[in-house]
């Protein structure tokens, strides 16, 4: 399936559940980041899939408009939503797209892991670096609270431990990723037709 077929099925769903054009924004450069990063993994680990990399990322915030207004956690909610429309392979990759269950176990990282780590790295639709991106979630999310503050900082110590599993591979500095997605933006297009 080519890279236009997936971006299209996603955006049913989107339509579907009337997501919010600033999260639109948003899963589409984590898309992009997350393709980044998964196109040069498969080349040295074969075990990955590339589309359903794709899938997670444009997926994994399909419930986050829905969330907003409930309160529901929309980790375990867009999880429900992509296994409702038989997504399956990508439940995992959205329910731990916040928050992993585990590290990499050998150095495999697996597609929730790049799907993670690339929504990590964009804070509303740009790439920024882990600690730009922490300082903001901070802000935003702990307002404070210590016990907040704590976990969030022990999720982005995953996060950083995370990054260094997936760049050892790739020979790339992780504060580069930003100059090379400037010149490969492959789903940007499909958005503006
Ligand atoms: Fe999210
Ligand atoms: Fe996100």
Known sequence: MDLKDIFEDCKSLWDLYQMLPNIREHSLVVAEVAFFIGKRLTEVQNSLSLET???????????????????????????????????????????????????????????????????????????????????????????????????????????KRLEELIFQGLGINPLDLQTFLEEERPLRNFMEE
């Open 53 to 159: 990399v794709v899938r997670g990322a444009l997926m994994h915030d399909i419930a986050k408009g829905i969330s907003l207004k409930t309160g529901e956690d929309h980790c375990k909610l867009g999880r429900e939503i992509c296994e409702r429309h038989g997504l399956w392979e990508i439940g995992e990759i959205v329910e731990e797209h916040v928050r992993l269950k585990e590290l990499p176990a050998q150095g495999q990282i697996r597609e929730k892991h790049i799907v993670c780590y690339a929504d990590k790295r964009v804070m509303h639709n740009r790439v920024v670096s882990l600690e730009k991106r922490l300082s903001d979630i901070l802000v935003r999310y702990a307002q404070g609270r210590p016990d907040a503050q704590e976990r969030i900082l022990q999720n982005f110590s995953l996060a």
